[in-house]
């Protein structure tokens, strides 16, 4: 489908008990009736709903929601959102909010609830990825499980202040063919496995790892500065060898993996993420840019406002440094009192002349 077109449907929606042994309780609560999909072009599918958090009292529960894809569907997908809360830690600041949601999240093909038959298994659903966005959280990819089912890892959740719901985003890609699936796994293991790699790249000598391969017509694809590099006249088009000395090794090897797959080999955390997004800014890789600014955003606190306020400001992430800004308004007072605020007015007046302007609105 080549043209986007959005269905808004009815759902029923539902209150469900948790199935867990160890809990002894459930909720009753007022969810949206209403979920919006989106019909995107190569068998992908954006699916928005709202987690409801006006009426909660109770620690532990569940909602769900059932919907189809589009009209002349007659599968339907239930999704559970299970989760339970978690009060702030004594250490917290007072500004904090009260309570975060631990979030777990399932989605299953049913069968349609008006009709006895079984689910017809086209053999299309056992080749889909599904993958999350609930609040501001990163990217959440679910576990495909037998039966047709996707589960998440449980995952924090932290609200806007006196939000009354969370939204929740979910993204479904359907694979083509048998074919097309089989054929993204087999790209990804040329790199994983260094099969038949056309250039080489090696590092800095006084880093001890090996030089890693790839593939010049797939790095070429997916990243401008590869396709000048290899096709532009430069010593790499002829050599086939390139030394990197400005991003280290595990973070290239991560950039690697993410062009091949689309996934990096190991989680995003507050390590990688700043390097990583530096690394694909240079080679052009937007996607990973997008996604490592998304986990950024879900880690601002006290301890790194300051720092990662002046890593944006540097890099010219502007989501991210209004986020920061916003917090640092927010904290003002206990903002200035860390030695990085000293820092900060000498190494950058005028992002400090800002950041100080904020918290006086």
């Known amino acids: 489908m080549s043209e986007k077109k959005s269905v808004l449907l009815e759902a029923s929606t539902k209150m469900a008990s948790l199935s867990d042994s160890d809990v002894s309780s459930s909720i009753s609560v007022n969810v949206p009736s209403d979920v ?11 699916i928005k709903w709202a987690f409801d958090i006006s ?21 339907f997908y239930k999704l559970t959102l299970k989760f339970y809360k978690q009060d702030r830690e004594p250490d917290q600041c007072e500004c904090s909010p009260d309570t975060q949601f631990m979030v777990n999240l399932k989605l299953k093909r049913e069968a349609c609830p008006t009709s006895q038959w ?8 056992q080749s889909a990825a599904v993958w999350s966005r609930v609040g501001r959280c990163q990217k959440i990819i679910l576990d495909q499980l037998p039966y047709i089912v996707w589960k998440s ?5 932290i609200p806007d202040w006196d939000a009354t719901e969370i939204p929740c985003q979910f993204w479904i890609k359907f694979y083509q063919s048998v ?10 293991n040329l790199y994983v496995n260094q099969l038949n790699c056309d250039v080489s790249f090696s590092f800095d000598e006084i880093n001890e790892d090996e030089p890693i391969g790839g593939h010049v017509f797939l790095l070429s694809a997916r990243s401008s500065v590869f396709a000048a590099m290899f096709h532009g006249g430069m010593q790499e088009t ?15 090897k991560q950039l690697l993996h993410y062009i091949y797959s689309g996934r990096t080999s190991s989680k995003l955390s507050e390590e990688n993420a700043q390097p990583l997004f530096v690394a694909a800014d240079m080679y052009d890789i937007e996607d990973l840019k997008d996604e490592c600014v998304q986990f950024l955003l879900t880690c601002i606190k006290l301890e790194n406002a300051i720092n ?6 540097v890099h010219a992430v502007d989501s991210l440094k209004e986020a920061e800004l916003a917090f640092v308004a927010s904290h003002g007072k206990e903002i200035c009192k860390q030695d990085d605020w000293e820092r900060l007015i000498k190494n950058y007046p005028d992002l400090c002349l800002l ?6 609105k």
């Open 153 to 157: 890892e449980t995952f924090p959740v």
């Open 238 to 252: 002829s050599t086939r060898k390139v030394c990197i000395k400005d991003i280290k090794a595990d973070i290239f």
């Open 308 to 313: 990662l306020m002046a890593w944006a400001h």
């Open 55 to 75: 009426s909660i009292e109770n620690a532990r529960g569940s909602q769900e929601t059932t919907f189809r894809l589009d009209q002349y569907s007659s599968a």
């Open 118 to 125: 079984l689910i017809s298994m086209d053999g299309r659903d």
């Open 36 to 46: 919006q999909v989106t019909a995107l072009s190569g068998g992908l599918y954006h």
């Open 355 to 360: 950041a100080t302007r904020s918290m006086w």
């Open 179 to 188: 074919g097309e699936i089989n054929a993204h796994r087999q790209f990804t």
